[in-house]
């Protein structure tokens, strides 16, 4: 049995580990450890987790520097040290202070643009891999296309993402808010959610819009802002592109009910997964999004939850949007069938319990 787990965790995935470690904690003695935002070391109990925070130096490509973080490594014993990959740093940390503990690695995501110092990394990459007891992905594909997990197959298993589905409930204050939002921007909503980041593909949403009878409102801030709102304006429809910048945790379950149509036109390896398209699905919305060799098809199925087309294609996603727009009978479809398909695969309880199950395995 796992009578401690271990969690060292770096930036960009804290939603997905507060939802795992709250999951298991009232089960297992769960530690999280983080880089601090700052040089110094923290300690606090968050919703009755344990969390340390690592003294920071700074960031190198986004990746947070914490030195000492190979002497926590040492200093907190456990049954199980659960890595979230990729952060370098906590990989050569690991690798450093060799603990004994089982190994356990989330696999979010493969480095997809850093190619000179990835050659650098990659054979310490490999090693960290090579020395994991299991492997978590969210998708077959990712262990189908994945360059680093196709050598390691065998310890692959896939544990699908899981969200709070409670968030997004229909409530009444939730269903005012919506209405707001439709008053103010009409009908025939198309929504993104998301960093305005190259591989968000984005600006081919804004080109497709050009084609489609409706609005579109972009939730999120990012490094293309200033270009995209050129580009809608050179495209004349800049009235019809909504900036709605950053919302906060409890506005944005009012756009996912506002909206018509979500869509999400990633054309990156670098969107592994898109976890907004179950947020959109529980919340009864279709969504549009493309066919990526990771797991956003896994999480958006064709023909079933949602239409998957090729991606850097405005032409292909305005077609999909207006066949949408158009066939409430289809979106309701769709909608219901997303739905149901997260309260049955992809809910934060169930990925505890597939990840628990795990750790006992390992155990045995």
């Not at 405005?314 to 398909?341: F, H, M, T, V």
């Amino acid at each position: 049995m796992v009578n401690k787990l271990y969690y060292p965790v770096i930036g960009g995935v804290e939603n997905h580990v507060r939802d795992l470690a709250n999951g298991l904690s009232s089960q297992i003695d769960v530690k999280v450890l983080v880089a601090n935002t700052s040089f110094q070391t923290a300690k606090e109990e968050i919703d009755g987790v344990e969390v340390h925070k690592v003294a920071n130096l700074g960031t190198f490509k986004s990746t947070p520097l914490a030195p000492t973080f190979p002497c926590w490594l040492r200093k907190l014993k456990s049954d199980v040290y659960h890595f979230h990959f990729p952060y370098p740093f906590g990989e050569f940390s690991y690798l450093l202070a060799k603990p004994s503990g089982k190994l356990v690695i989330t696999y979010h995501s493969d480095i997809i643009r850093q190619k000179f110092l990835l050659s650098l990394y990659n054979p310490f990459l490999r090693a960290f891999l090579k020395r994991a007891d299991k492997i978590l992905v969210s998708s077959p594909n990712m262990i189908e296309h994945s360059p680093f997990l196709n050598r390691v197959k065998e310890k692959c298993v896939v544990v699908p993402f899981g969200i709070d589905t409670e968030r997004f409930e229909f409530t009444e204050e939730v269903s005012n808010k919506a209405g707001d939002i439709r008053n103010r921007y009409g009908d025939r909503i198309v929504l993104f959610v998301g960093r305005l980041i190259y591989y968000k593909g984005v600006e081919y949403l804004v080109r497709a819009m050009k084609a489609v009878d409706g609005q579109l409102l972009l939730v999120g801030e990012g490094s293309l802002k200033d270009d995209l709102k050129e580009l809608a304006l050179n495209l004349g429809i800049g009235d019809r592109v909504h900036f709605i910048g950053e919302v906060t945790d409890d506005a944005l379950p009012a756009y996912y009910h506002a909206c018509d149509v979500f869509v999400l036109p990633s054309v990156a390896r670098s969107e592994a997964f898109g976890l907004v398209q179950l947020e959109a699905h529980t919340c009864g919305k279709p969504v549009v999004s493309t066919n990526l060799t990771t797991g956003v098809p896994y999480a958006n199925l064709d023909g079933v939850t949602g239409i998957i087309i090729p991606p850097c294609s405005p032409e292909e996603l305005s077609n999909a949007i207006n066949k949408l727009l158009n066939d409430e009978r289809l979106r309701n479809k769709y909608g219901a069938n997303g739905k149901k398909r997260v309260h049955e695969e992809f809910t934060k309880e169930l990925m505890a319990k597939r990840v628990l199950e795990i750790y006992k395995e390992l155990m045995v």
